[in-house]
């Protein structure tokens, strides 16, 4: 995985069939992974689980806790099940919880 939209992402998967997802970080979830966006490759047939385990594993602990609160938008829409496939080329949105007043 990469820290940067301008930098390649991660290497091909055993089926040599990858998926690619921008991942766009916000607020705390962009203060946790030291980026504010990073495209990933990963393997065909990942999951939303799949992908945000993988952000978490590279980012670290600060991050883990962050997804585990976290909504997650792919192309604006609400995911309710992270057990769906990732669609390739989605984005994928990270949002914390936001407190307003």
Same mark, same amino acid.
């Given at each position: 995985m990469?820290?940067?939209?301008? /930098?390649? %992402?991660?290497? $091909?998967? *055993?089926?040599? =069939? #990858?998926?690619?997802?921008?991942?766009?970080?916000?607020?705390? @979830?962009?203060?946790?992974?030291?980026?504010?966006?990073?495209?990933?490759?990963?393997?065909?047939?990942? /999951?939303? %689980?799949d992908? $945000?385990? *993988?952000?978490? =594993? #590279?980012?670290?602990?600060?991050?883990?806790?962050?997804?585990? @609160?976290?909504?997650?938008?792919?192309?604006?829409?609400?995911?309710?099940?992270?057990?769906?496939?990732l669609?390739?080329?989605a984005? $994928?949105?990270?949002?914390?919880?936001?407190?307003?007043?």
């Open positions: 990469t820290s940067s939209l301008e /930098t390649p %992402a991660r290497g $091909v998967g *055993a089926s040599g =069939a #990858d998926v690619t997802a921008t991942v766009r970080y916000f607020a705390g @979830a962009k203060a946790a992974a030291g980026t504010g966006a990073e495209i990933v490759t990963l393997p065909r047939g990942t /999951t939303v %689980a992908l $945000v385990a *993988a952000v978490a =594993a #590279d980012h670290g602990e600060a991050l883990t806790r962050v997804l585990a @609160a976290s909504s997650l938008l792919i192309d604006g829409l609400a995911v309710h099940e992270r057990t769906a496939e669609p390739d080329g984005t $994928v949105d990270v949002l914390p919880p936001f407190a307003g007043g």
